[in-house]
């Protein structure tokens, strides 16, 4: 079970947590004309690294903030924690 | 029967108190303090079952986890308990277990015919043997094998046992109480730190219990026994003995599992049988000692052939003697202990020391004790069937290839040790590479990936000198750094014998015209020449080699087979130990009983259960619940003999004629606020938001990105700022963090903030013809009517007293009001309407009529709104807004979503008009087409209608649209129905929604 430093409540473990998958997917803007294939890519694409992968949590049973990290999917090693409004 | 094998004095066990137990329904004492097997080899039982493929006699290998054989099936508490260690489990009055993989017993056992045919039986002998014909392997194959094959059985019953777990954390955590484990949990203690401290056994002190050797002026045990009450006695230091560390996962979360009351008779009421720890620890320390290794050679899993060390422990802490006339084989001077405290009971022992002229402190010390050795000899091979009764030994050469001068001498136990093997499986779990050490002949732990230190012969040393040395210092090094804190202790003088090199020598050649089985994996029978075949068919690793020839499986997992196998395929393959590499060492290091993996979260407890304010008059009310996501909703109100289709029909039929209530109080409820608010709505659902006035609620859906629905509900402008939301009771979660995910990460500059609050509100749909008369008399000073209350308009009243919000809101089609008021007061509302509306034959309603309700008036619900379904298959393609952007707007352009024939929710009539059709049957245009039949789709929803007493149903099936009118059938493979139907509206009742505007 992983330890996740979430950047509002300190070190928790991750049954504190849900996924949110990457966190460097941006939604395109509303209002603006998008490709089918830059929607789909939005919608339906994700890369799937070994190694490091900025993704998403939600503390759901904490303070219910989004939050980014920065974690190695082989290793499991976290090395960054973000609030949703900061950038690596 | 008396006990023939226990000394007169000397062991830890408890001499003043007998302790009776049953072993395959024979009576037999023992003492407090004994295990299954020391107590079975105290009355000299030494068959205790049957080996896995060719059911070969077993008997007692260990004294310990890596015990192979002696695995029992016990009966405690009248709940079956299969694959215990006979080694681990202790005695208790009345304990009553019995052998496994044995038929019709121990004794004689028919399975043992495959015995005989072991030429039949060779490594991948499953793979070879059962590949054809095809069909045989279900019904004539398995069974038969199932049936021959495995360790006990477990019970079909529910298991009444309690089970729980317990999260902790703490700075150190230390698996293993040997002198490492000790000396670190001593001097990290001092430093302050906390620490927890694990034992597998039920006595604290590993090797210190059995080692003859002096700390300071003390013996090994009374030195343990000092730290272990020093350390009791500091807060910060939590001691746990019958506690297994099992596995180490990520970020040093470690768990283990205590056997609370395994060594109990029963459980008592207010305590687990087990726990499981979760552990997150700073630090880890390893501490888990290391375990023997066998020799190997002819017959070597004879009964009465066991490890030197359990031999010696049995004596030491048990007072038992495995045997009378032992013979001790070894190839390090660890025998020679176990030779001298036989000696010093007054047996004979005969040492086998495959070494040429070894020479140290404690084999002068077998000398001068007059004890028999024989230097350069082996064993050859035991001989005797059920028991060892003799030996065949023989001289070996320098090369050790050759062996010459083979006698036969009468014995009744072979005490082997082969050096010993660290027990790294928790270092390498955790991530730890390990490397080969030349000198031990083993896999010690080297690079850290985690905050684990292993320390003492876990890590390959094994002077007790050096171990107590480090331990002291790691231990106050490691909790130096987390608690700032140092109180040196002192590093106590050592008194232990020196040992002399112990030999690379393990597996004693065939003689001539000999072709005896060599064991190495003692528990899955695999054998020298299984390896050594499937090395020859062509298996090269030894990850294949395993699975292959099953050596290291099952629930030993290979504690005492690993290395051997490891040294004879790098032996054949002419490679170096390390070029083979080990198996994966995976948790759990022992069997953990699911029973305790699944905790308390059993039956009812698996999930919280979630109660309505309104719950006890449902309850007294005689409600029958259903599970609706983690709420407990009435289904129906039983009267009388009522069923729930006699019930569910009165009940929705009152709603259709007077006036019905229900408990809504389960539906999600979100609270948003914020100048932006409206915005934000009008981002989040399809429909127009800018636009409702304070005071209206609308109807909304909302998708996800790819356009599919994701829920709907009705929300309400509270004030300018202020909205109430509601969702579907399966979906309230997984709105909220939908609207957190666009508020905090897409569109953070939106000034919203969003709070469930679903337990805040107690929820009561008043609906029906009449429920205006109630609602009226509920609230006298307000204007509740057509005008002054209109469809989808709001108002607060005060209820007798308590504020309630009023909305004009339906799902059933009628003319319906919700009345929401503060939890607290949920009851006390329920209880005036059901007073105030008992004049106008108030009726509550439970979930099945009110689906009946929303089914036949065609409101999709969760069974449409399945997450497969845009919203034009749900005719809500009204609600869609083309002139706004919206959250999944840009999928519904989509090719497929906009087919013309595209899939459409639908009514569904049976033509017999009685018939109901089965919830997820298909829709076929033929039903005696050939299969698979082409399927139109299925359907989704199924009620009696209660307005034209007949059956109808909701389909969502392609082209919809065009196939009102159309005979099809309903089938059901399921249910074996075929129906002939005709598809009709899905707004089977009131289409033009009069009445919810009356």
């Known amino acids: ?88 | 029967m008396s006990e023939n094998y226990r000394l007169e004095k000397g062991g830890l066990i408890n001499r003043n108190k007998k302790i009776k137990f049953k072993f395959n329904g024979k009576k037999y004492f023992g003492y407090e303090g004994d295990t299954l097997a020391s107590a079975l080899l105290a009355n000299g039982v030494h068959l205790v079952g049957r080996s896995f493929k060719y059911h070969r006699p077993r008997g007692f290998f260990g004294a310990g986890v890596d015990e192979p054989y002696a695995i029992v099936q016990m009966n405690r508490n009248n709940e079956v308990d299969p694959n215990v260690r006979a080694t681990e489990q202790e005695l208790f009055e009345g304990l009553e277990a019995k052998s496994v993989n044995c038929w019709p017993n121990v004794n004689f056992d028919i399975g043992a015919i495959n015995n005989f045919l072991n030429k039949f039986f060779p490594a991948g002998f499953y793979y070879k043997t059962f590949m054809w014909p095809k069909s045989f392997w279900y019904k004539i194959y398995e069974p038969i094998i199932r049936k021959a094959a495995g360790f006990g059985a477990a019970s079909i019953k529910h298991d009444k046992e309690r089970y729980e777990h317990k999260y902790e954390y703490c700075d150190l955590l230390i698996a293993g109480t040997g002198p490492s484990g000790l000396a670190s949990a001593y001097a990290a203690a001092q430093n302050g730190a906390r620490v927890i401290l694990a034992e597998d056994k039920s006595r604290i002190g590993g090797s210190l219990l059995v080692n003859e050797v002096t700390i300071g002026n003390q013996s090994g045990q009374e030195w343990a026994e000092k730290i272990i009450s020093e350390l009791k006695s500091m807060p910060n230091v939590i001691i746990k003995n019958r506690s297994q560390v099992f596995g180490y996962y990520d970020h040093n979360m470690l768990v283990m599992s205590e056997r609370v009351s395994d060594h109990l008779p029963k459980t008592d009421k207010y305590t687990p049988k087990q726990r499981l720890w979760y552990i997150r620890a700073k630090e880890v320390i390893i501490s888990s000692g290391s375990i023997e290794r066998p020799l190997v050679f002819g017959n070597n899993d004879t009964p009465g052939v066991m490890l030197s060390s359990a031999a010696k422990e049995y004596l030491k802490v048990y007072g038992v003697l495995v045997g009378k006339k032992p013979i001790i084989f070894t190839n390090n001077d660890s025998g020679y202990e176990t030779a001298i405290e036989f000696k010093k009971n007054g047996i004979d022992p005969l040492i086998l020391d495959s070494r040429k002229n070894p020479d140290s402190e404690i084999i002068k010390e077998a000398k001068d004790l007059e004890i028999s050795i024989k230097f350069s000899y082996v064993v050859v091979a035991a001989n005797g069937y059920k028991k060892v009764n003799s030996a065949n030994i023989a001289k070996i050469s320098d090369d050790k290839k050759i062996i010459s001068n083979i006698e036969s001498i009468k014995c009744d136990c072979i005490c082997v040790s082969g050096f010993w093997t660290p027990t790294i499986h928790l270092a390498s779990q955790s991530g730890n590479k390990t490397k080969f050490n030349e000198e031990i002949d083993a896999f010690v732990p080297s690079k850290s990936k985690q905050k684990e230190t292993t320390l003492g012969s876990a890590n390959g040393v094994f002077t007790l000198e050096e171990t107590l040395k480090t331990s002291f210092e790691k231990g106050s090094e490691l909790s130096k750094q987390i608690t700032n804190k140092e109180n040196k202790v002192s590093i106590p003088t050592v008194v232990e014998k020196k040992s002399s090199k112990h030999d690379k020598f393990w597996c004693v050649p065939l003689p001539e015209g000999k072709n005896y089985k060599r064991f190495l994996d003692f528990q899955n029978d695999v054998s020298v020449s299984d390896i050594q075949l499937a090395l020859r068919e062509g298996y090269r690793s030894i990850e294949h080699v395993k699975r292959y020839t099953t050596l290291g499986m099952a629930t030993d997992q290979g504690k005492t087979s690993n290395l051997n196998g490891l040294q004879l395929v790098s032996e054949v393959e002419n490679k170096v130990v390390p070029q083979v590499g080990h198996t994966t060492f995976r948790p759990p290091y022992t069997p953990v009983a699911i029973g305790a993996i699944v905790g308390r979260e059993v039956g009812k407890h698996s999930k919280p259960t979630r109660k309505s304010p309104m719950h006890y008059w449902h309850e007294k009310n005689n409600a029958v619940f259903v599970d609706a996501g983690v709420w407990l909703r009435p289904r129906y109100y039983k009267q009388g003999n009522e069923n729930l289709f006699e019930a569910s029909k009165r009940e929705a039929k009152n709603v259709r004629q007077n006036v019905g209530v229900c408990d809504v109080t389960t539906l999600g409820k979100i609270d948003i606020k914020g100048p932006d608010a409206a915005e934000f709505l009008n981002r989040v659902y399809t429909n127009a938001w800018l636009k409702l006035p304070v005071g209206k609620a609308r109807y909304g859906v909302m998708l996800r990105e790819d356009g599919i629905v994701m829920d709907d509900g009705t929300t309400t402008r509270i004030s300018e700022n202020h909205y109430h939301m509601t969702t579907t009771t399966a979906q309230a979660a997984n709105v909220l963090s939908h609207l957190e995910y666009y508020l905090q990460l897409v569109w953070p500059e939106l000034n919203v903030n969003v709070v469930s609050s679903t337990e805040q509100w107690a929820g009561a749909a008043i609906a029906g013809p009449k429920s205006r008369d109630v609602l009226q008399r509920l609230f006298p000073d307000l204007d509740v009517s057509k005008e002054g209350l209109p469809f989808m308009g709001y108002m607060e009243g005060n209820l007798f007293g308590v504020n309630a919000k009023i909305f004009r809101i339906s799902f059933s089609g009628e003319l319906a009001y919700e009345v929401n008021v503060e939890s607290d007061n949920g009851n006390f509302m329920w209880e005036k309407i059901m007073e105030i509306g008992k004049e106008f034959n108030i009726q509550p309603y439970g979930t099945e009529a009110l689906s009946t309700l929303r089914i036949e008036m065609g409101h999709v619900a969760g069974s449409e709104l399945d997450g497969r379904t845009i919203p034009y298959d749900n005719s809500l393609e009204g609600l869609v807004s083309k002139k706004k952007d919206f959250i999944g707007k840009r999928s519904l352009s989509k090719k497929a979503f906009i087919e013309p024939d595209r899939q459409k929710v639908v009514g569904v009539v049976p033509l017999d008009k009685k018939t109901s059709i089965p919830e997820g049957s298909y829709i076929v245009k033929d039903a005696k087409a050939k299969l698979p039949n082409p399927k139109l789709g299925h359907v989704s929803a199924s009620c009696w209608s209660v307005e034209y007493d007949n059956p109808f149903s909701l389909a969502i099936i392609k082209d919809g649209k065009n196939m009102i009118g159309q005979k099809l059938f309903a089938m059901s493979p399921l249910k074996n129905k075929t129906i002939p139907v005709e598809i009709v509206s899905s707004h089977y009742v009131d289409p033009k929604g009069e009445r919810v505007r009356s």
């Open chain 1, 1 to 88: 079970m992983l330890y996740i430093k979430c950047p509002h409540c300190g070190l928790r473990s991750q049954n504190e947590f849900s996924y949110g998958g990457d966190a460097t997917v941006k939604r395109p803007e509303l209002n603006k004309e998008v490709s089918d294939q830059n929607w789909d890519n939005f919608v339906y694409l994700r890369k799937s690294p070994r190694g490091k992968h900025l993704e998403l949590w939600q503390h759901i049973s904490g303070c219910r903030q989004w939050i980014k990290v920065e974690r190695d999917t082989l290793t499991h090693e976290i090395f960054k924690t973000l609030k949703a409004n900061e950038e690596l």
